[in-house]
C-alpha cells in the first residue's frame, strides 16, 4: 500500500500491523489506520480497501472464537446422520450418550461436569449415527455452534418446564426436534401417562425414556433413524438367498433410484449395470427385474448384475 502521503500517525500504526503478533492486535493497528487515513477523494479507494481488510479480519477473528470453543478444538468431524443431546446441567446427557454409544463419558450426580462436546457412534440396522453431548444449556460451554448445524436436536428433560428454554437457545437450528423425557424409571406409571398426555396434545415428536434402565430404547432409536429421512439399501449378490444380503445397508435421500445405488457402490460406474433386480416395499413381486430409473423404498433389496 502507498503510504507515502501519508501522516506520521498513519505511518506508526501501519509499521505496527506488520509487527503486530495477533489478529487482534492487527485489528486495532487497522482500526488506527483507518482513523488516520486522509478523508479526500484521492484516498477513497484506500480508504475502502482499509475498511474491507477490517471486516474481513473481524470476520476471521469471529469465527475461530466461535469454533475454537467447540468442535474444532475437540477434533470431531460432522458424521452423514448426526443428533446433538440438548438439555440442563443433571438431566443425564452423558449417561445416554453412554448407554447409545460405546463411549464412556464421565458422569457425576452434580451438574455442569461435561464441559466439551463428546462423540459416540450408535449403531442401527448396519448404520452408524452420530451422537454428540454437548455442554449443558445454561453453562459457559454451551455450543450453539453445533447445535445449529446437527441434522437432529434431542431435547433430553426431566421436566416439562425446560423445554421452552430449550427451544429458545435453540432457535436457528434447522435440525428436527424430539423430545426426550428421561429418568422415567423415578416417576410412578401415573405420572408418565399424565406426561406424555401432555406432550401428545401439543404435538411434539417425544420418547419417554430411562437413559439408566434403557427403557424405550428400542422406539428412541427408531425415532432417531427415521429423523434423519434417509432410505436403507441392502445389497444382495447373484445367486446368494436373499436372507444373506450384505449386513450394511447404502444410505440414500428418500426419491433415490436404482442408478443411486449403483453409482454410490460402483462409484461412478452405473453403466457397468447389465440387469437389476429388486425385492422388498418397492418391487411389485420379488425378484422383478427393473431399469436404472426405478424408485426405491425404505429396506429394499437389490441385486445387480455387471458387464
Ligand atoms: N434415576 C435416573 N438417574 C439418572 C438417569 N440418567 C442419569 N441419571 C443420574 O443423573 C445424574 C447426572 O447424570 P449425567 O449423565 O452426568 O448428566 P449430564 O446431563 O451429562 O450432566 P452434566 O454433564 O453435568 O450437565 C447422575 O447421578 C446419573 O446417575 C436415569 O435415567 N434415571
Ligand atoms: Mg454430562
Same mark, same amino acid.
Given at each position: 500500500?502507498? #503510504?507515502?502521503?501519508?501522516?506520521?500517525?498513519?505511518?506508526? @500504526?501501519?509499521? !505496527?500491523?506488520?509487527?503486530?503478533?495477533?489478529n487482534?492486535?492487527?485489528?486495532?493497528c487497522?482500526?488506527?489506520?483507518?482513523?488516520?487515513?486522509? +478523508?479526500?477523494?484521492?484516498?477513497e479507494?484506500?480508504? @475502502?480497501?482499509?475498511?474491507?481488510?477490517?471486516?474481513?479480519?473481524?470476520?476471521?477473528?469471529?469465527?475461530?472464537?466461535?469454533?475454537? +470453543?467447540?468442535?474444532? *478444538?475437540?477434533?470431531?468431524? *460432522?458424521?452423514?446422520? !448426526?443428533?446433538?443431546?440438548?438439555?440442563? @446441567?443433571?438431566?443425564?446427557?452423558?449417561?445416554?450418550?453412554?448407554?447409545l454409544?460405546?463411549?464412556?463419558?464421565?458422569?457425576?450426580? &452434580?451438574?455442569?461436569?461435561?464441559?466439551?462436546?463428546?462423540?459416540?457412534?450408535?449403531? &442401527?440396522?448396519?448404520?452408524n449415527?452420530?451422537?454428540?453431548?454437548?455442554?449443558?444449556?445454561? #453453562?459457559?460451554?454451551?455450543?450453539?455452534?453445533?447445535?445449529?448445524?446437527?441434522?437432529?436436536?434431542?431435547?433430553?428433560?426431566?421436566?416439562?418446564?425446560?423445554?421452552?428454554?430449550?427451544? +429458545?437457545?435453540?432457535?436457528? @437450528?434447522?435440525?428436527?426436534?424430539? %423430545?426426550l423425557?428421561? +429418568?422415567?424409571?423415578?416417576?410412578?406409571a401415573?405420572?408418565?401417562?399424565?406426561?406424555?398426555?401432555?406432550?401428545?396434545?401439543?404435538?411434539?415428536?417425544?420418547?419417554? %425414556?430411562?437413559?439408566e434402565?434403557?427403557?424405550?430404547?428400542?422406539?428412541?432409536?427408531?425415532?432417531?433413524?427415521? #429423523?434423519?429421512?434417509?432410505?436403507?439399501?441392502?445389497?444382495?449378490?447373484?445367486?446368494?438367498?436373499?436372507?444373506?444380503?450384505?449386513?450394511?445397508?447404502?444410505?440414500?435421500?428418500?426419491?433415490?433410484?436404482?442408478?443411486? $445405488?449403483?453409482? *454410490? %457402490?460402483?462409484?461412478?460406474?452405473?453403466?457397468?449395470?447389465?440387469?437389476?433386480?429388486?425385492?422388498?416395499?418397492?418391487?411389485?413381486?420379488?425378484?422383478?427385474? $427393473?431399469?436404472?430409473?426405478?424408485?426405491?423404498?425404505?429396506?429394499?433389496? $437389490?441385486?445387480?448384475?455387471?458387464?
Open positions: 500500500m502507498a #503510504s507515502t502521503n501519508q501522516s506520521p500517525q498513519y505511518k506508526k @500504526a501501519e509499521a !505496527q500491523f506488520f509487527l503486530a503478533k495477533t487482534e492486535e492487527k485489528l486495532k487497522l482500526e488506527e489506520m483507518i482513523k488516520e487515513c486522509p +478523508k479526500h477523494k484521492s484516498s479507494k484506500m480508504l @475502502a480497501n482499509l475498511k474491507t481488510r477490517h471486516i474481513k479480519l473481524k470476520e476471521k477473528i469471529e469465527s475461530t472464537r466461535k469454533t475454537s +470453543k467447540g468442535a474444532k *478444538k475437540s477434533g470431531i468431524k *460432522k458424521e452423514e446422520m !448426526q443428533a446433538v443431546i440438548v438439555g440442563f @446441567a443433571n438431566t443425564g446427557k452423558s449417561t445416554l450418550l453412554a448407554n454409544t460405546n463411549t464412556k463419558p464421565e458422569i457425576a450426580h &452434580y451438574g455442569f461436569t461435561t464441559k466439551q462436546p463428546i462423540q459416540g457412534i450408535m449403531h &442401527y440396522v448396519g448404520t449415527i452420530q451422537i454428540m453431548e454437548i455442554p449443558a444449556v445454561g #453453562s459457559e460451554y454451551y455450543d450453539k455452534g453445533l447445535v445449529n448445524s446437527a441434522d437432529t436436536l434431542l431435547f433430553l428433560i426431566t421436566e416439562l418446564s425446560q423445554i421452552p428454554e430449550i427451544e +429458545k437457545q435453540t432457535e436457528r @437450528a434447522y435440525g428436527k426436534r424430539i %423430545i423425557f428421561n +429418568k422415567i424409571d423415578t416417576l410412578s401415573n405420572e408418565i401417562r399424565k406426561i406424555s398426555s401432555t406432550l401428545q396434545s401439543k404435538k411434539y415428536d417425544f420418547v419417554m %425414556i430411562s437413559g434402565t434403557k427403557e424405550n430404547f428400542d422406539e428412541l432409536q427408531e425415532k432417531i433413524f427415521k #429423523s434423519f429421512d434417509k432410505i436403507r439399501i441392502y445389497l444382495k449378490e447373484p445367486g446368494k438367498d436373499i436372507n444373506k444380503t450384505r449386513d450394511k445397508p447404502v444410505i440414500l435421500e428418500p426419491g433415490s433410484t436404482v442408478r443411486d $445405488v449403483a453409482e *454410490k %457402490i460402483l462409484k461412478g460406474f452405473s453403466e457397468k449395470v447389465s440387469e437389476t433386480k429388486i425385492w422388498g416395499p418397492s418391487s411389485k413381486f420379488a425378484g422383478q427385474k $427393473v431399469g436404472l430409473k426405478h424408485l426405491l423404498k425404505d429396506l429394499d433389496v $437389490v441385486e445387480f448384475k455387471t458387464r
